[in-house]
């Protein structure tokens, strides 16, 4: 079976889950830590290298303040979470903003896991144009070597990109690691998380014709 190196989870739907379930929308978000768990070790138990979660982004910050509120601390506890499971976690947005958290400053620098766990992203307060902030010059400078002049340089290419929430768009999320990914789209809400969603969409990636264009 062909594993891919690096996958990419958009895990959208919380909010109307919570809906779903008679409750306010912010408590979606607490309800998709231990998926984000299962998820990781997922990754980690078929072989693959890296993972790289969509915490939330700098225009989720033009939510309710209760709401926006929730999703602070979701990431938090979901970094924290995965730092206790040993991964080697690296904490990836927009650390001069107000809304970036700093309980995970200190992962804004990527920490060493422990043995057999792999590489985990957290994209916290996270936007593409300040991804790509300091592109623009690089394009004149190097065009070969374009990756290391973004804000994510630390952060590698991804195979494959799985959204659960039944929303077919990235959302901006990692636009140049995400070039050649293939995509896949579960149309279940991200707190109704199962293995079987991930087992699914690797079985699926095993099938794919990976070209990268060639």
């Known amino acids: 079976m062909r594993i891919p190196k690096h996958v990419g989870i958009i895990p959208d739907g919380n909010r109307r889950w919570a809906q779903s379930h008679g409750m306010d929308k912010d408590k979606g978000y607490e309800n998709g830590i231990n998926p984000g768990l299962e998820a990781y070790r997922a990754c980690r138990d078929i072989g693959v290298n890296e993972v790289t979660f969509y915490g939330f982004t700098?225009?989720?910050?033009?939510?309710?303040?209760?709401?926006?509120?929730?999703?602070?601390?979701?990431?938090v506890d979901a970094a924290n979470a995965l730092v206790k499971e040993g991964a080697s976690l690296l904490v990836m947005g927009n650390t001069k903003s107000p809304l970036f958290p700093k309980e995970l400053l200190e992962y804004t620098t990527r920490i060493e896991g422990k043995k057999d766990e792999i590489k985990a992203n957290l994209l916290v307060n996270y936007g593409w144009h300040w991804d790509l902030n300091t592109l623009a010059d690089a394009i004149n400078v190097n065009k070969n070597n374009l990756q290391n002049h973004i804000q994510s340089s630390d952060i590698s290419r991804i195979d494959l990109i799985i959204r659960w929430g039944g929303r077919r768009r990235l959302s901006g999320f990692l636009p140049v690691q995400s070039i050649y990914s293939d995509f896949y789209v579960i149309d279940e809400y991200w707190p109704d998380f199962e293995k079987r969603h991930m087992d699914d969409a690797f079985n699926w990636y095993n099938k794919q014709d990976v070209t990268l264009g060639g």
């Open 58 to 75: 700098t225009d989720n910050a033009k939510r309710p303040s209760y709401q926006t509120k929730a999703f602070i601390k979701s990431c």
